[in-house]
Nanobody, 120 residues
Framework: QVQLVESGGGLVQAGGSLRLSCAAS????????MGWFRKTPGKEREFVAA???????YYADSVKGRFTISRDNAKNTVYLQMNSLKPEDTAVYYC??????????????WGQGTQVTVSS
């Protein structure tokens, strides 16, 4: 069982930056693939970025070059650095974990989400 808690969301102007954090419970964090997804009302959940246990990363085209996913296994934490934010990045961002690396696929564990709002 893995519990995930996101933090770092907030309100930022277009062009600004935010860093989201996701703290995971458990001793086997380093073995999990981690992902970030986002959802806005009326739309399907959207894949944002993923990182494998070994550090391989994968990004949605919409955030490539602007967002960076990273992990600190010593702190059981995964990060999403978001730069050059756009109003269309506004969403609830969710952290997810799975024992297998399927970047935009299904994940077993999910956090509660953190709101990111980008004003124009």
């Amino acid at each position: 069982q893995v519990q995930l808690v996101e933090s770092g969301g907030g309100l930022v102007q277009a062009g600004g930056s935010l860093r989201l954090s996701c703290a995971a419970s458990g001793r086997t964090f380093r073995r999990y693939a981690m992902g970030w997804f986002r959802k806005t009302p009326g739309k399907e959940r959207e894949f944002v970025a993923a990182i494998a246990s070994g550090g391989i990363t994968y990004y949605a085209d919409s955030v490539k070059g602007r967002f960076t996913i990273s992990r600190d296994n010593a702190k059981n934490t995964v990060y999403l650095q978001m730069n050059s934010l756009k109003p269309e990045d506004t969403a609830v961002y969710y952290c997810a974990a799975d024992s297998t690396y399927v970047p935009s696929g299904e994940y077993d564990y999910w956090g509660q989400g953190t709101q990111v709002t980008v004003s124009s």
